[in-house]
């Protein structure tokens, strides 16, 4: 009995775990990444999977040769034979303060989709990290940046003011992913993190708590200086404001010196009753901090998180931020970006989204409050 076989190739129905590594390849092929791939917990986030796909997707590529995986340290992209280059007025670039891989959960999402919109556009996207130096080794490296590939106009991420300032007077197409600073003319787009922590003391306060505290890292980033104006006029408003404690408790980001930064406040006559704490891993680091003294998120201490974090709605008791979502945050900043560079620049004005507010279980009266 002879078996026939069909002169065509019929079709596979592919497994998550490879549809995973075909969109974990797609993106090494579009240059995403620098040298490594994110985090399996990063894609996870990215992708929308669990962790044993993304595993075994990784080790799917790792036997193509696209990656080297060695434990204990990140998964290294492999050097292929380049592609032919992009002409030179087709280039954006992306300037950040940090690395790609160590960006916050939205602005990650974001500018991987960018950068897999604008190459489906014919446009190549080239990173340069801007850590904050001295003013004259910034506009030095920024300089050289746009000289060597001719950008044809650049995204700027949490970057000082100086970088700012530089693309407004040079007259650079630009687009401020976050906020502007004070003094700064740029058309941008950022989560309203002003309106985001006036809300946010709002609840506080609504609640009962009468010392307030914010908890933001001493970065200087126009969004986080928009943060405390917010702060300080959801206390203004508030019409009993000459019976509330504010304060900002400023750190340098580092989990000893906002531990030391707790503990001033925290042995005062009004220690806070309410926090509203910046960044995502800072919360982790002050909820620590609070259990070593043998303080209880909600009983002794109510928090709200400014930002999003998985994690957040996962944990026990839940905590109060303000999540959005990271696709609508990606469609407009690629909308954005695409007009900047097709019409040679955009009007100086602030693109805002305001998220919503999840409750959470980490708000509470004070004690006391009846």
Not at 32 to 43: C, D, N, Q, T
Not at 46 to 57: G, M
Not at 169 to 198: F, K, M, T, W, Y
Not at 308 to 336: E, G, K
């Amino acid at each position: 009995m002879s078996s026939s076989r069909s002169p065509f190739d019929l079709p596979h129905r592919l497994s998550l775990s490879a549809q995973t590594a075909a969109a974990i390849r797609k993106a090494i092929e579009q240059g995403l990444w620098e040298g490594h791939v994110p985090s399996e917990r990063r894609l996870c986030d990215v992708f929308k999977v669990s962790r044993p796909t993304v595993r075994t997707a990784l080790h799917a590529l790792a036997k193509e040769g696209w990656l080297e995986i060695r434990q204990g340290c990140r998964n290294r992209i492999l050097p292929r034979r380049k592609q032919a280059a992009t002409p030179r007025n087709r280039v954006i670039g992306v300037i950040s303060a940090e690395p790609v891989s160590q960006l916050a959960h939205a602005s990650f999402n974001g500018v991987t989709a960018l950068r897999t919109t604008l190459a489906d556009h014919g446009f190549a996207t080239e990173m340069l990290v801007c850590q904050a130096n001295r003013p004259s080794t910034q506009r030095r490296k920024i300089e050289a940046f746009v000289r060597e590939h001719r950008v044809h106009g650049c995204v700027l991420m949490s970057v000082s003011k100086e970088v700012q300032q530089w693309f407004m007077e040079h007259g650079v197409p630009a687009l401020v992913l976050g906020s502007c600073h004070p003094s700064v003319r740029l058309p941008s787009i950022d989560v309203d993190n002003q309106s985001v922590c006036r809300h946010a003391v709002g609840v506080l306060l609504g609640k009962g708590h009468r010392s307030v505290a914010l908890v933001l890292p001493d970065t200087q980033m126009a969004g986080d200086l928009a943060s405390e104006t917010g702060f300080l006029e959801g206390v203004q408003r508030h019409p009993q404001k000459e019976e509330i404690t504010a304060v900002v408790i400023r750190h340098d980001g580092t989990a000893l010196h906002l531990s030391s930064r707790l503990d001033v406040y925290f042995r005062s006559a009004t220690p806070p009753t309410g926090l509203l704490v910046v960044k995502p891993w800072h919360v982790f680091s002050v909820i620590l901090y609070l259990l070593k003294r043998g303080l209880t998120m909600p009983d002794t201490v109510s928090l709200i998180a400014r930002d999003q974090d998985q994690l957040f709605s996962t944990v026990l008791p839940s905590i109060a931020h303000y999540p959005f979502d990271d696709h609508t945050m990606a469609r407009r900043l690629s909308r954005l970006v695409l007009k900047l560079v097709n019409e040679g620049g955009l009007p100086a004005e602030p693109h805002l989204i305001f998220p919503r507010h999840f409750p959470g279980e980490s708000v509470k009266p004070p004690r006391g409050h009846a």
